[in-house]
């Protein structure tokens, strides 16, 4: 394919990454401004992959570093989609105006061994904002498939076609030509085409369940015809681009009936409103991950274009009206996310602790229905060399942190990290005293990570009817003292062989890849029956 001289910032072309794709001359920057997001999020698309992908953006005034990412998701602004992955066919650099291959590997060699190596760029230049910094390289797709970013916001356009139509691993109907040239036989094609429908994919459990489920599917037996999300903007990043190494996210709500066109089952949670599936031919899950008024509420508004009721636990299963009729499938932990990668002596000194301190934490989102401070108030209650734990965030913050450190000055507090195994195995002691929960994955990551726990029945805790005692229980709304007196049984050494049956029940049972083969076979099972009257 020839080489394009100019880029139309206004009516950009999109191109899919192709089986063999060219991998030298690749950059993560576009024009017209969007969201350029890779493995890790947004904030490290541009460090993580290489070397054969090189791009650079503006870190500071006048300097731009070498990075490297590989793959890219562009999101358009207005069109409520994340596009890709793709790979660019040709980057060129405003720097010096020169592309193709002699100009980029000249690049590559000189900057193969010190990637961070900065270069000058002219002030005068044009630069366009992305993620905080500044476009360097413009991106020309290749020309197949034909549809831009105008089209994607006019569904007249391109023959009709619909914004999920720029998406090359979207099944349309059978009838309709596919996004690659190549139409699709049903007949030839058994898998079970299903897309997911979520308030936000912002920090959370039940976002994580989200993006586990979607990347997580068995690909040989479904096809993850993407994920829709209600409040548009409302993306954690490692969460999001979990997502879109599998399929696109949606953003927007008028996407969730673009969305059902395209599949034969929808799974959805947290919201309240399913009206615009209405004449939806499919199946409609509906996941209860709480138990709580809010939970009930949604459920309940939903139930008229709802065919089927799962839960995460039979504790969640609770909010619906008819908990006989709910299906429970156990969440499962990213395992990933727990495997140690800093010492616990290193992450402890991180945090201005030492090492004859007993770390009694929280580790999840601060809000009141999780009652955080009853780690700080046991640690307080306990005293020295009892020391209280934060990690976490949450529309509380603020008010949690400032508390935590009037009743005990030195607690610490610490934003929320992906590495959450390290966090466990610096903590002595893991504390959940929620009122309410539908699993808790947090409890079921201080399981596995082997960190002695406190906990009131909710949630993940019913597992102790199946595998025996898993933690030590108190009641819910207990106070200081019963909190204090659970935690010394916890660190105790005659615990030690339930946290040991713990961490080995959570690894064998409960993480994400166990719990999609639970979803693959309950998702397998309802296609294949009868629909049943809503």
């Known amino acids: 394919m020839p080489w394009r001289r100019s880029f139309h910032s206004r009516c950009s072309t999109l191109s899919p990454a192709r089986e063999r794709p060219r991998q030298d001359i690749v950059a993560v920057v576009v024009e017209p401004p969007g969201i350029v997001s890779g493995p890790g999020g947004p904030a490290d698309s541009l460090r993580r992959f290489g070397p054969k992908t090189w791009a650079a953006c503006i870190a500071g005034k006048g300097e731009a570093p070498f990075l490297a990412s590989l793959p890219v998701t562009v999101h358009r602004p207005g069109t409520g989609a994340f596009f890709g992955p793709f790979r660019a066919e040709k980057c060129v650099c405003p720097l010096t105006g020169q592309g193709g291959r002699s100009h980029f590997r000249?690049?590559?060699?000189?900057?193969?061994?010190?990637?961070?190596?900065?270069?000058?760029?002219?002030?005068?230049?044009?630069?366009?904002?992305?993620?905080?910094?500044?476009?360097?390289?413009?991106?020309?797709?290749?020309?197949?498939?034909?549809?831009?970013?105008?089209?994607?916001?006019?569904?007249?356009?391109?023959?009709?076609?619909?914004?999920?139509?720029?998406?090359?691993?979207?099944?349309?109907?059978?009838?309709?030509?596919?996004?690659?040239?190549?139409?699709?036989?049903?007949?030839?094609?058994?898998?079970?085409?299903?897309?997911l429908l979520t308030p936000t994919l912002l920090f959370g459990g039940a976002e994580r369940w989200v993006a586990a489920l979607a990347a997580g599917l068995d690909p040989d037996r479904f096809d993850v015809v993407g994920v829709a999300v209600r409040d548009a903007g409302k993306l954690f990043p490692p969460i999001a681009d979990k997502v879109t190494r599998r399929c696109p996210i949606l953003q927007g709500e008028s996407f969730f009936s673009t969305l059902a066109e395209h599949c034969d089952v929808l799974v959805a949670w947290g919201l309240p409103n399913l009206a615009m599936l209405d004449g939806f031919g499919g199946r409609v899950v509906y996941v209860g991950h709480g138990h709580c008024e809010w939970s009930v509420r949604c459920i309940r508004s939903c139930a008229a274009y709802v065919t089927d009721w799962a839960a995460v636990s039979r504790h969640a299963a609770d909010s619906f009206p008819d908990p006989s009729r709910v299906t429970v499938i156990h969440n499962g932990i990213d395992a990933e996310r727990c495997l140690p990668r800093q010492t616990r002596a290193r992450m402890r000194a991180a945090w201005g602790v030492g090492p004859e301190e007993i770390l009694v934490g929280y580790v999840g989102r601060l809000s009141a229905e999780?009652?955080?401070?009853?780690?700080?108030?046991?640690?307080?209650?306990?005293?020295?060399?009892?020391?209280?734990?934060?990690?976490?965030?949450?529309?509380?913050?603020?008010?949690?942190?400032?508390?935590?450190?009037?009743?005990?000055?030195?607690?610490?507090?610490?934003?929320?990290?992906?590495?959450?195994?390290?966090?466990?195995?610096?903590?002595?002691?893991?504390?959940?005293?929620?009122?309410?929960?539908?699993?808790?994955?947090?409890?079921?990551?201080?399981?596995?990570?082997?960190?002695?726990?406190?906990?009131?029945?909710?949630?993940?805790?019913?597992?102790?009817?199946?595998?025996?005692?898993?933690?030590?229980?108190?009641?819910?709304?207990?106070?200081?003292?019963e909190l204090s007196r659970a935690v010394r049984v916890a660190i105790a050494p005659e615990n030690r062989p339930t946290v040991a049956r713990a961490a080995q029940v959570v690894a064998a049972h409960y993480t994400a890849e166990a719990m999609c083969r639970r979803w693959d076979r309950y998702l397998e099972s309802i296609a294949a029956s009868h629909r049943p009257p809503r």
């Open 370 to 481: 999780k009652n955080p401070l009853a780690a700080v108030e046991a640690a307080h209650a306990l005293g020295r060399p009892f020391r209280a734990v934060l990690v976490g965030d949450g529309p509380g913050r603020k008010a949690f942190v400032e508390k935590a450190r009037q009743l005990t000055p030195d607690a610490v507090y610490q934003l929320p990290v992906e590495n959450v195994g390290d966090v466990y195995r610096a903590l002595d002691c893991f504390v959940l005293a929620s009122r309410f929960e539908g699993f808790s994955l947090a409890l079921a990551e201080a399981w596995y990570c082997s960190c002695p726990a406190v906990a009131t029945p909710v949630g993940a805790t019913e597992l102790g009817r199946l595998h025996g005692r898993l933690c030590v229980g108190v009641s819910v709304g207990c106070g200081p003292r």
């Open 106 to 195: 000249r690049l590559r060699r000189e900057n193969r061994d010190s990637p961070r190596e900065r270069l000058p760029l002219p002030r005068k230049m044009g630069t366009v904002p992305v993620n905080g910094c500044r476009s360097v390289f413009r991106l020309h797709f290749g020309r197949e498939p034909r549809y831009t970013a105008r089209a994607a916001r006019r569904p007249t356009a391109q023959g009709g076609l619909t914004p999920l139509s720029a998406f090359p691993n979207l099944r349309g109907p059978s009838h309709a030509k596919a996004p690659c040239g190549q139409v699709e036989d049903r007949t030839m094609n058994r898998r079970i085409r299903v897309g």
